[in-house]
């Protein structure tokens, strides 16, 4: 099941108490404070006190005195606030049992899903028992409904108002005009047209675009909410093709960059968030893996690596060697 601890999404055995919890978190025996759901839970009820699922824990511990760094980083976009900058598909799984176990791994708060044509219901008792909203759940789950496999503006546009009476009003979507069938590469003038029409009527445009940076630009202008350049082709496995682009973008925009399309293995999610991107929304690296849910792991503390390295700020580059060990004042 899925708690909350310290702001970040954590996986919890069903029925844990508090105590097995901590062990579990790696505080052993350390003297902790531990708050559930706002209230402090005394020391001598932990062994007794079972964690249930959406539970929110706070865990505090006394350390040296001075400043700390932030434990929380999260990230903002159309006004709604984020934790895991990790955004995942719903495609490609082998069922919707593995779907679940992918997606929780991952720690991810927003899902994108596709819409499609519903086909005639031959046997709707079947039907209803594999809903994809059963295994991500909007109570749950930030659903970001995308416009995958739509060749023109007006197909786009036609799409994402589906999606809105699908999902009662929502209006946070993920923009995508593919221009080319077999580089599935975006078609950025009917991207500009979706986008404004879109935005003129009320959605929250996150939008995948080419890695251009006068295009994200433009995109940006006309009031998007997020701007994702592809890293390489979708599915592709590629990685980053071109770093300086993506930099470019990220050093420009106003709005948060997350990069889709073409991550392969966790390297290349970490160095996307190196370039400092605000994100990386992936599907087919990890539905694809020989273990999608070791891959979901493997992607989710990429992301937190990249991140924390691109706010620590890396070394300088340089030609030459530079021991570590000091070579002068040596005591003999």
Do not use: W
């Not at 594999?130 to 789950?141: F, G, I, K, Q, S």
């Not at 630009?217 to 350049?229: Q, Y």
């Not at 992301?303 to 060990?325: E, T």
């Amino acid at each position: 099941m899925q708690i909350e601890v310290n702001g970040q999404s954590t996986e919890c055995a069903d029925g844990a108490t508090l105590d097995r919890l901590l062990v579990a978190l790696g505080y052993g025996e350390s003297r902790v404070a531990v708050e559930r759901n706002g209230e402090i839970v005394p020391r001598a009820q932990l062994g007794e006190t079972r964690v249930t699922a959406g539970d929110r824990l706070e865990i505090v511990h006394a350390i040296g005195g001075g400043q700390a760094e932030s434990v929380t980083d999260t990230f903002t976009v159309a006004g709604r606030r984020f934790t895991s900058r990790l955004l995942v598909g719903t495609g490609k799984y082998a069922d919707l049992a593995e779907t679940d176990a992918a997606i929780t791994a991952s720690g991810a708060e927003i899902v994108t899903l596709a819409i499609r044509r519903t086909p005639a219901l031959t046997d709707p008792e079947a039907a209803a028992k594999h809903n994809l909203l059963d295994v991500v759940p909007p109570e749950r789950y930030t659903l970001l409904p995308n416009t995958a496999g739509c060749y023109s503006a007006e197909e786009a546009v036609r799409t994402c108002r589906m999606a809105r009476e699908l999902l009662d009003g929502h209006n946070f979507v993920k923009l995508e005009v593919i221009g080319d069938e077999k580089t599935l590469y975006p078609d950025v003038t009917e991207t500009l047209r979706a986008a404004r029409e879109l935005v003129d009527d009320g959605f929250d445009v996150m939008v995948y675009t080419s890695d251009d940076p006068i295009v994200a630009r433009r995109l940006e202008e006309i009031g998007c909410c997020a701007i994702m350049p592809l890293a390489g082709p979708i599915g592709s496995g590629l990685g980053i093709q071109n770093r300086y682009n993506v930099a470019e973008i990220v050093a420009n925009a106003r709005v948060p960059v997350l990069v889709d399309a073409g991550v392969g293995t966790a390297s290349d999610a970490a160095i996307a968030m190196e370039l400092g991107c605000d994100g990386v929304l992936l599907n087919t690296a990890i539905a694809n893996a020989e273990k999608p849910v070791l891959m979901a792991q493997a992607m989710r503390h990429a992301v937190i690596a990249g991140r924390q390295a691109y706010l620590a700020g890396r070394m300088p580059r340089r030609r030459y060697a530079q021991a570590s060990s000091p070579t002068t004042d040596l005591p003999f």
